[in-house]
């Protein structure tokens, strides 16, 4: 199916040609006809399966039928658990938005920063894409107003109670007018946001990205028996070994990350750490550089890496195990995306060897544990 069956204009559609859209995914399909038609949607998409553009090309449709926004009543509001998460889809937004007829101005804002200059950057702003802590933030201060709000997009609903949101997102809620569209996407069931569903939606559409967007079987694993003491130097050989032209490397903690990336830089090879202790700035310039091939190796913590989404990703390490299963599916299915293959390299030390047979049984899926013993490194 092509772009120009769903529905989408054609000077969206020219957008889309020109930012390489090929052609739309399975959730892209779903998602695109019923929010055109203003219709309440719950998605399961996870990381990956291109969700993001399931909303927002149909919105940027919506707004080219209205006037240039003047104030600072805000049309469309799209809550996300992470800051990463909302750079993201800002910079989605303002790619698909670039050649559009009416210009459509797009604002992401999180914590972690200076709250003045995203207070004077509000004026005007079409599409809001906010944390929830950020947004109650400028609300205090009335830098905004929710009043007019015609959709409402919740993105990653599960992990937005996951991280304790529930009670601001009810904040935001009973600012919003009753009348209006929404829309809401959880990567995982429909069960761990029920709550949500009934309170935001009405007589929804349900959809869910096909199930093979992001698999365990489109994804090359290997696992590797290293003792701890050998997993530094064994990781620096396998990134040395290979030509992969970007590595992200998964750490149990923020202590652990920035260890690894002080071996990794002292032995030559370049490498950034991205986790919660980051400045903002310096997590944005650490995706900037990797994302751009400037930085070959990225050292991440889970929760930290939520928002990161790169096309044709080669390789992920798990240099040490997540605490689930879950975390481990999501952790390879970084690469692996959209029907592309990858490679998922886990390095597994003794008193990792259990853990590692509850997650394969967990996957459904054997991995074959190979010896260092042979290698030199």
């Known amino acids: 199916m092509n772009f120009s069956e769903l529905g989408l204009s054609k000077p969206l559609l020219e957008a889309i040609a020109r930012a390489k859209y090929d052609s739309p995914y399975p959730i892209q399909v779903q998602a695109i006809p019923s929010i055109l038609k203003q219709r309440d949607l719950f998605g399961i998409a996870p990381t ?50 670039r050649f559009l007829p009416r210009k459509v101005k797009a604002l992401a804002v999180f914590g972690g920063v200076s709250i003045n200059p995203q207070m004077m950057k509000i004026y005007g702003t079409d599409i809001l894409i906010a944390t929830p802590g950020r947004l109650l933030d400028l609300l205090s201060k009335n830098s905004l107003n929710l009043n007019q709000v015609e959709v409402l997009v919740l993105d990653e609903a599960d992990k937005v109670l996951n991280m304790g949101f529930k009670e601001e997102v009810d904040q935001i809620l009973a600012q919003l007018p009753k009348k209006r569209q929404n829309i809401l996407f959880s990567a995982t069931s429909e069960e761990s946001v029920g709550g949500l569903i009934e309170a935001m939606l009405q007589d929804p559409v ?4 096909a199930p093979d967007t992001v698999s365990p079987d489109l994804i090359n ?6 003792p701890m003491e050998k997993k530094g130097p064994f990781l620096r050989h396998l990134i040395n070994s290979g030509d992969w032209s970007q590595i992200l490397v998964f750490a149990s903690s923020i202590r652990a990350a920035n260890n690894i990336v002080t071996k990794l830089n002292k032995n030559g090879i370049d490498a950034l750490a991205f986790h919660g202790d980051k400045s903002q700035g310096a997590r944005t310039e650490a995706l900037h550089r990797f994302k751009n091939g400037k930085t070959r190796v990225l050292v991440a913590t889970d929760l930290a890496a939520r928002g990161i989404d790169i096309k044709f990703l080669p390789l992920v390490i798990n240099y040490e195990l997540p605490r689930s299963p879950k975390d481990y599916v999501h952790r390879i299915g970084r690469t692996g995306r959209a029907g592309a293959e990858g490679e998922a390299i886990s390095l597994i030390a003794e008193e990792d060897l259990h853990h590692f047979k509850i997650i394969q049984k967990k996957m459904k899926k054997h991995v074959q544990l190979r010896s260092i013993d042979d290698i030199e490194f």
């Open 48 to 97: 990956g399966s291109g969700k993001t553009a399931s909303y927002i090309l149909p919105i940027l449709q919506r707004m080219q039928d209205k006037p240039q926004n003047k104030g600072r009543m805000i049309p469309i509001l799209v809550l996300v658990p992470t800051r990463e998460l909302a750079s993201q889809v800002a910079e989605v937004t303002e790619n698909f938005a």
């Open 221 to 226: 694993q290997y696992a590797y028996r290293v």
């Open 206 to 209: 349900k959809i869910s990205a």
